[in-house]
């Protein structure tokens, strides 16, 4: 496909995914706060939006997620108790996360209690059976590992507690209510996708692949979005190293290092979240690699999640583009489903479509973004 036909495309992508966008594990025991008389704040990041009028997409998706928690809640039981079991909180992303569920819980007038694993999988599963002994009317679980905690989701279901999954699917054997996630794949392709249609003609990438957990299902999907898109692009990509990283920056930084000492010609990363950047950046430092976009020797990054450390090295110049998760309303969606769930209502998933910002765009369509 020509360059101009591509870049038609991505921006066909874009305005589709934008417009039909509607959603994206830290510290100590358990919490719990019960609802206030009034209204939180809290900041919401923007809703993919149609790109001729960006700036009204924030408010009219907030609006919207609001009214239907609302409806949920005015229309069942309003003392409803709901327990979250988070894997951490290692990211801003997961930080938004945890804020918006706490904001939302506040509003509808649901009890909010919490847990935090720090990715200890037998710990996650103690917790949850916690919950269950509390007698929770509802559990939303962010996974350290989807496979390890479906003994413990055996036990919600044994006990009629309904469990909604945050942006990490559950493995096989078990049943939940609702599970709100991103589409990782279609996602990392469109960033692809971009890169190709800015990119020269003649130009060769030789790529260094950062993964996060391999019992990450979102780690896969992304892995393999990368993969087989570049596949598509052989004349363009090459891919040179893949390191596993186990989300760990200590992982990400010493791949970035040992693959430009074993190969100085590599020009592109992709990584397949944020929370690695910081890692990245500084390898690329050390190695006097940090260069912005169209200077010579820059070295093509590719990222994912929208972190706030994302979206200012590209508003910096230095990142070419990044695949953003709404974590804001994937967690307002957990809480609609968990109020929902506990009302007897019917279940149904929902799926994040995300959106792109760039360095092309960041200053058009996403100028008040500013990330998680």
């Not at 990119?199 to 993969?227: H, M, W």
């Not at 100085?264 to 912005?292: C, E, H, R």
């Not at 968990?338 to 996403?366: L, M, P, R, T």
Request: proline content about 3%; glycine content about 8%.
């Amino acid at each position: 496909m020509k360059k101009g036909m591509l870049r038609k495309a991505f921006g066909i992508a874009m305005a589709g995914a934008m417009a039909i966008s509607m959603v994206g594990c830290g510290g100590g025991g358990n919490s719990s706060s019960a609802a206030p008389a009034s209204e939180p704040q809290s900041s919401a990041a923007p809703e993919a939006s149609a790109p001729a009028e960006p700036s009204s997409a924030p408010s009219e998706a907030a609006s919207a997620v609001e009214s239907a928690v609302s409806a949920a809640s005015e229309a069942g039981k309003t003392d409803i108790t709901i327990g979250v079991s988070w894997c951490a909180i290692e990211s801003q992303m997961w930080a938004e996360y945890q804020n918006t569920i706490k904001a939302e819980c506040e509003r509808v007038g649901a009890t909010y209690t919490e847990s935090v694993a720090e990715n200890d999988v037998q710990k996650q599963n103690q917790q949850i059976e916690d919950f269950i002994s509390q007698g929770v009317d509802a559990i939303i679980i962010a996974p350290a590992d989807g496979e390890a905690v479906v003994s413990a989701i055996q036990e919600c279901n044994e006990a009629n507690i309904p469990v909604i999954m945050a942006n990490r699917a559950a493995g096989e054997g078990c049943e939940v209510y609702a599970t709100i996630s991103s589409d990782n794949k279609a996602m990392v392709k469109r960033e692809i996708e971009y890169i190709v249609s800015i990119t020269p003609e003649g130009t060769k990438y030789r790529c260094l692949e950062l993964v996060g957990s391999l019992t990450d299902v979102n780690a896969i999907a992304r892995q393999e979005g990368f993969e087989e898109t570049i596949a598509e692009y052989p004349d363009v990509f090459e891919l040179v190293s893949t390191v596993p990283t186990e989300w760990k920056g200590d992982q990400a930084l010493a791949g970035v290092q040992n693959t430009f000492s074993s190969d100085d010609t590599v020009n592109f990363i992709f990584s397949p979240s944020d929370a690695l950047l910081p890692s990245i950046i500084s390898g690329l430092q050390q190695l006097d690699k940090y260069k912005k976009v169209g200077e010579d020797g820059h070295i093509t990054l590719v990222t994912f999640d929208g972190a706030a450390d994302a979206v200012n090295a590209i508003r910096d110049g230095y990142v070419d583009v990044v695949s953003v998760q709404d974590a804001t309303n994937q967690a307002k969606l957990c809480v609609e489903a968990a109020v929902d769930a506990a009302n007897g209502k019917e279940s149904k998933d929902y799926i994040d479509a995300g959106f792109e910002v760039s360095s092309e765009n960041i200053e058009s369509e996403y100028k008040d973004f500013t990330g998680y």
